[in-house]
Each structure stands twice: as C-alpha cells, then as structure tokens.
C-alpha cells in the first residue's frame, strides 16, 4: 500500500508536484496551494491511502522535488 | 534634497515592531506564499493585515505589501484576494513584479510600486511604468550617477504616475546583495529544486566553490572560495550622494533577520537620514553608525555598484561577521504594570550587572539595554544564573511571548 501525506498549509503554490504526479496533485485556484487528491484532513496533514503501487514512484518524484518538504511518501 | 522615506523590512510582529520604535517612514512585508520570503518558517497570514496596518497608522508608517515572485495561473485567484483584503485593510500599496499583479492592483484602484526584480535601468522604462506605478524600485546594478540621470530627467520630462505626482525612485539601501541580476536568481532552482523567484532561494550562492575546467581538470586558482557571496551593501558612508541622486525611498533589505537587527540598522539610518537633513551628518557619525551596525548580521560591507568602482567584492567567510551575538537566557512570566518590574526565568546560562541584555516580542519588538540592576528570588543580585527567577525595573511592558537575551562579543569583535 502507498501513504502519501501532505503538509498543505506550508506549500508556496512551486507546481512541482502537479508536473510529476498529476494524478495526485491538482494546483487549487481558490488559495494557489496545491491540493493532494480525494485526501482525508487530519489536523492539518491531508492523507492518502491507495493500493495502486504503481503511484509511487511518480509520488515520491514529486515529494524529491517539493522544496518545502512537505510531502511524504512511503510503500507498507 | 528631499528627506528620504526609509523603509524597513518586516518578517514578523517581533521585526515589525522593531521597524516602527526605531523610526521607519514605512514597512514592507509578505503575506502567504506570494512574497520572496515564502520559505520563512513565520510569514504574515492574510488576518494579520489589519493588525499590521493598526499598528503603523498608529505611528504614521506607510504599509507596502510585497507581491513580487514569478506567478502561476493558479495564483491569480490568490493574487486578487490579497490585493482585495489589503485595499480592505488600508494597506498603502503593493510591490509588484509581474504584469498580472500590476494589472489586478490597478484594477482595484490600489497603488502600485515596481518591484526590482523588473529590472529598469534606463528613463524609458520608468515613463513606461509610470502608466500604472507612482513608486519604481530601480535596478540594484545602477550607480548613483545613472540613478541621479533618471530622477533629474523625471523632472526634466514631468514623468507622472496614476496619482498625478511625479515618479517616485527607491533603491536599496543596506542589506544583502546576490551575484543574480536584480534578484532574478535561478541557481537554488537548479540545484534545489526550490525557486528564488517563489521565494525560496536556498542560498547556496552563499557557500564555498571551486571552479574545475572538466575536459583538462584545471583547477583555477581562485583567491576566494565564496565566488558567489557578495559582501552586503552599505551606503551609510555615502549616504549624502545617495541624497543627492534624487532618491525618495531608500530601502532596507532583511525580511528574514531578526529584529534586533531590524532594530539596529534602521536606527543607524534613521539617524544618518535625519543628520542629513539638518545639515549635521559627518565623518565622526558614520564611524559610529559602521560601528553600530558590524554589531549585527552582516558579511562584511561594500558599496554595492552605486559608486562605480570595485566590483566582486566577496566575503570571505560563511556567515556573519558580525561582532555580536545574542544568547537565550529565558522568557518573561510576569509585569508589574504600577512598579514597572518585569520577572524573568532563566533557563539557560547566566546574566550578571553590566551586561548588554535584549528583549525581543511580538508586540514589544526588540528592546536593547545594560542591565543595571536585578533582584533574583527577592534579593538584590550581581548574577542570576540557570532556574532564578530574575525581576528587574523596565520601563516597556514585558509579556510571556518575550525572550530574554545577553548580548556577547563573538570572535569578530576581536579581530
């Protein structure tokens, strides 16, 4: 299974997730941060869990990429 | 010559404070991710607007919101709701960058100054400008002759902004310089990933580099490791030629330091500024005010390109050089309000009388001074050390989100 997290209120709109994983990632309009998708919020951290493995890779792309680190990835 | 407006970085309410009790004509801020800070862990956030322009009217300080990095469509949506909320909040004008910026401004009758990073050079740019901006922050790259041309031929040609006023030139007046052209700066984005012109530069300019020629493996020999960290700018030495160019807003760079440097180097400019203008800036001055401000941050200082001569001035060390630092003693618990004593934890090493101490708040700003006297548990004291609680007489109120600190030589001093 693949986790992926989101810390969104630290995002600076760079795109860089969009570009690599954009089926995960979509830019949203309304604040300009991005928005990881059909997520659940916990306290701030958006969470997803799929069983697709093959997401992955183009998500943990984009987690190398994010320069405000603020995405995590992780296969379990 | 006209006095000129300092402006004064603020990154937060510590520095923003710190900008208005030393004497700033005006401030200049970010305010979510749209600003060349948005790296900085402590950023405003849209419901500080109102605070923010409360506590500068207070004081007559215009209020300048920075909208300056590169931006996406998927900014626009954001770019207008800050525009709306700071015309909402009164907030005096934005600093824009890029076109759809200047545009929404304009849009929403907000006044708009023309960010450096536009990089304009040259009097037919300004008279483009001037269609939609009555302030425009000129290139960091000119020198004050250049400057002089452009303000002197403003007035020759009567080149008027939206306002009706004549065209209004800032420049940057202390702070730190980058190798990039006008702070358009792609290096952290290559080597990062993180983008200056988001702002989140990464600074790896600033670090040690060697320059190998990889077909022969030539090892250029190279003075200095830090090719690419300029010294920081200082004009405070020639602060009368920066006056005469015609100038009207000098600006201080550093929405990422801490506010007692904020406090420090607007109060030396302040100074020099209001010296200037009652005929009393002199020699003797400016040493102290250099003296003053090697205090704080800095990584050694030039002239930047405004006197035309000595370029690639690097520093030489990573870091600061300046020649003091300040360490955490504690926080405050406690003010009495009618005997003006404020109690203090200390919770890590020790403070003694005569010692430089530096209080530094949201709402108190930075507050610097010698320690004369002090009371630990009750009792008068020379040295209060690790768990005391330490009361003392201070004439500004102290809050539990105040720090206490001691000021100390660092290794620079000594040199």
């Known amino acids: 299974m693949v986790v992926i997290t989101l810390q969104r209120k630290k995002c600076i709109g760079c795109n860089y997730c969009v570009e690599l994983a954009p089926a995960q990632f979509q830019m949203s309009k309304k604040d300009g941060k991005t928005v990881l998708l059909h997520s659940i919020e916990k306290k701030g951290f958006f969470t997803i869990k799929s069983f697709d493995e093959s997401i992955f890779d183009c998500s943990n792309e984009a987690k190398k990429a994010c320069p405000v680190n603020i995405i995590e990835v992780k296969q379990i | ?123 037919e740019t300004v008279k483009f400008y001037s269609m939609f901006a009555d302030t425009i922050v000129l290139s960091r790259e000119l020198s004050l002759r250049q400057v002089k041309k452009i303000t002197e031929d403003i007035e020759k040609d009567q080149i008027k902004g939206p306002s009706g006023r004549l065209i209004e030139i800032e420049i940057f007046g202390h702070g730190a310089l980058c190798m990039a052209v006008s702070g358009k700066c792609y290096m952290s984005l290559h080597s990062h990933n993180s983008s200056a012109n988001r702002g989140a530069c990464k600074q790896n300019c600033r670090k040690k580099y060697t320059v190998i020629d990889q077909e022969t493996g030539f090892e250029m020999e190279l003075d200095n490791e830090y090719i690419m960290s300029p010294k920081d700018l200082c004009t405070i030495d020639f602060l009368d030629q920066v006056g005469d160019a015609g100038i009207k807003v000098l600006k201080i760079e550093g929405r990422g330091r801490a506010p007692e440097y904020v406090a420090k180097v607007i109060k030396c400019y302040r100074d020099a500024i209001d010296s200037l203008a009652n005929g009393t800036y002199d020699k003797e001055k400016v040493i102290s005010w250099m003296q003053e401000l090697e205090k704080v941050y800095n990584r050694g200082f030039w002239n930047g390109y405004y006197l035309g001569q000595k370029l690639g001035e690097w520093s030489k060390e990573s870091g600061s050089h300046a ?43 930075a507050q610097e001074m010698e320690l004369k006297q002090m009371f630990v548990n009750d009792a008068p004291a020379e040295k209060a050390t690790k768990g005391d609680e330490v009361t003392m007489k201070l004439d500004f109120k102290v809050r539990r989100s105040d720090k206490l600190y001691k000021i100390v030589k660092t290794e620079f001093a000594e040199n």
């Open chain 2, 1 to 123: 010559m006209q006095k000129i407006e300092l402006m004064a970085p603020a990154g937060n309410f510590e520095s923003l404070q710190a900008a208005i009790d030393n004497g700033c004509d005006s401030i200049y801020f970010g305010v979510e991710q749209l600003n060349m800070r948005a790296r900085a862990t402590v950023n405003f956030t849209l419901d500080d607007l109102e605070e923010i322009e409360k506590r500068c009217s207070e004081k007559n300080v215009r209020t300048y919101l920075t909208l300056n990095t590169i931006i996406y469509d998927h900014d626009l949506s954001i770019v207008k709701t800050l525009i709306k909320r700071a015309k909402e909040a009164n907030i005096t004008a934005v600093i824009a960058m890029d076109q759809a910026v200047i545009s929404m401004a304009r849009e929403q009758q907000m006044e708009v100054h023309i960010s450096t990073q536009i990089n304009i050079t040259n009097i």
């Open chain 2, 323 to 365: 020649t003091q630092k300040k360490v955490y003693l504690g926080r405050g618990e406690h003010y009495f309000d009618k005997a003006k004593i404020a109690q203090f934890k200390i919770d890590a090493y020790d403070v003694a009388i005569g010692d430089t101490i530096l209080v530094t708040g949201p709402t108190t700003g």
